[in-house]
């Protein structure tokens, strides 16, 4: 993967999305450090399809997430009122 400081990659962008279209993921460097990843629209949704689910698909899931059970909704018994002297 071929590093480009972010100056460069502002000047010469053509250059730098043709790069990455021809040889792969390009690293954005700021100030020496790593900063970002210039990928493919093909290779992002790749990545997208493997990532793990998402949190609104995980609150969604039927499955249980941990060994807590938790009754299904509407089935819980519910405690008597505290009586007040």
Do not use: N
């Amino acid at each position: 993967m071929k590093s480009w400081p972010v100056q460069d990659a502002k000047a010469r962008f053509s250059e730098f999305l043709e790069t990455c279209l021809a040889e792969g993921p390009q690293l954005v460097t700021r100030r020496g450090a790593e900063a970002a990843v210039l990928v493919s629209i093909d290779q992002w949704r790749r990545l997208q399809e493997q990532a793990r689910p998402s949190l609104k698909a995980l609150l969604l899931a039927e499955d249980a997430r941990t060994e807590f059970k938790v009754p299904a909704r509407g089935r819980a018994k519910r405690r008597p009122p505290i009586a007040e002297d």
